[in-house]
């Protein structure tokens, strides 16, 4: 099945600090990426769909000048987390979708800000 | 390697039809699994099991995982077409999570 890579797995920064995070479609071309955060017992919170050549969609309440959205190429989608503070801590996942709308989910990278 | 298996892919049943959904997963270091609505956006969380042989149960669906076998079931009772969707599995380990490839299930009216 279809793979999609985030790095890093997980990512411990100082407050104020930028973190870059990456999402990689490993055997496809991936035309959408979706950025998701993840609360514990919560569902995924979508934060900004991706298309690549072009600028991200955001969500409402999802500040674009926070968390930038890179999607450079058909394989790689970053998310830079800029000026970081511990409310930022989080799980987040990256999504990949295919042709025929098939979505494939990363691993996710957990970011802890202190 | 780690992985995730959900079956079937694809479901359509009548409204009224009760539906297993089915969730296998051979990971390292489990720490849970989880399971998801998704309709248009961001996948809903439904459930989040961790020990064996506990039913979870929320109206209309209900869900139990078997950690010696590895796998877990979503049963949804009395379908309505507003359970028309695709249902995620994950599996959460300590620093990442797997996530199946999801079944879509469409209720016919």
């Known amino acids: 099945g279809a793979v999609v890579s985030q790095h890093p797995s997980r990512v411990i920064c100082k407050s104020g600090t930028s973190v870059k995070i990456e999402c990689r479609s490993l055997?496809?071309?991936?035309?959408?990426m979706f950025w998701y955060r993840q609360f514990p017992k919560q569902s995924l919170m979508l934060m900004a769909t991706?298309?690549?050549?072009?600028?991200?969609?955001?969500e409402q309440g999802v500040e674009k000048d926070k968390f930038l959205i890179n999607h450079a190429s058909l394989t790689l989608s970053t998310l830079t987390v800029t000026s970081a503070h511990p409310e930022d801590s989080s799980f987040y996942i990256c999504?990949?979708?295919?042709?025929?709308?098939?979505?494939?989910f990363g691993p996710g990278t957990r970011l802890t800000v202190l | 390697e780690d992985k995730v298996v959900q079956s079937p892919l694809s479901l359509v049943v009548h409204e009224g039809d009760t539906v297993t959904l089915n969730c296998s997963y051979e990971?390292?270091?489990?720490?849970?699994l989880l399971w998801y609505k998704q309709e248009k956006k961001a996948p809903t969380f439904l459930f989040m099991l961790t020990s064996s042989g506990i039913e979870k149960k929320s109206g209309r669906l209900s869900s139990i995982l078997d950690k010696k076998e590895l796998f877990s079931i979503l049963n949804i009772t009395a379908t309505q077409t507003g359970d028309s969707a695709v249902y995620l599995c994950?599996?959460?380990?300590?620093?990442?999570?797997?996530f199946g490839t999801g079944t879509s299930l469409t209720v016919i009216p």
């Open positions: 055997d496809f071309q991936a035309t959408t």
């Open positions: 994950a599996v959460a380990l300590s620093n990442q999570f797997y």
């Open positions: 990971v390292t270091n489990f720490r849970s």
């Open positions: 999504s990949a979708r295919r042709q025929h709308n098939e979505q494939f």
């Open positions: 991706s298309n690549e050549g072009s600028k991200a969609t955001y």
